[in-house]
């Protein structure tokens, strides 16, 4: 069974640092693009950060640029995003997933096997 579980999720203060993880079971997602998601309550699911197979191709919402990292460690099986210099905006539900169909990377659609996500909460 193909499973992604996201951690590293937790409360912090503004301007703090928080490091997720995306853990892969089940099969190997080498060679595939993975990203990041998030979403607030009642709001839509939005693109966050997303690293091609090799690691060398990174694709960040404009929101995150020059905060948060995207990186994996493909021996691991694992994607990783460290949040540098939270913002209140930043809190949200932190999802993963794999990049199956389509070519962008900024889709929701274009992504399978999602993650039951983790919560992020950024406190003024």
């Known amino acids: 069974q193909v499973q992604l579980v996201e951690s590293g999720g937790g409360l912090v203060q503004t301007g703090g640092s928080l490091r997720l993880s995306c853990a892969a079971s089940?099969?190997?997602?080498?060679?595939?693009?993975m990203g990041w998601f998030r979403q607030a309550p009642g709001k839509e699911r939005e693109f966050v950060a997303a690293i091609n197979w090799s690691g060398k191709i990174t694709n960040y919402a404009d929101f995150v640029k020059g905060r948060f990292t995207i990186s994996r460690d493909n021996a691991k099986n694992t994607v990783y995003l460290q949040m540098n210099s939270l913002k209140p905006e930043d809190t949200a539900v932190y999802l993963c997933a794999v990049r199956v169909r389509g070519v962008t990377m900024t889709t929701p659609n274009n992504y399978d096997y999602w993650g039951q996500g983790t919560q992020v909460t950024v406190s003024s």
């Open positions: 089940g099969r190997t997602f080498s060679g595939y693009d």
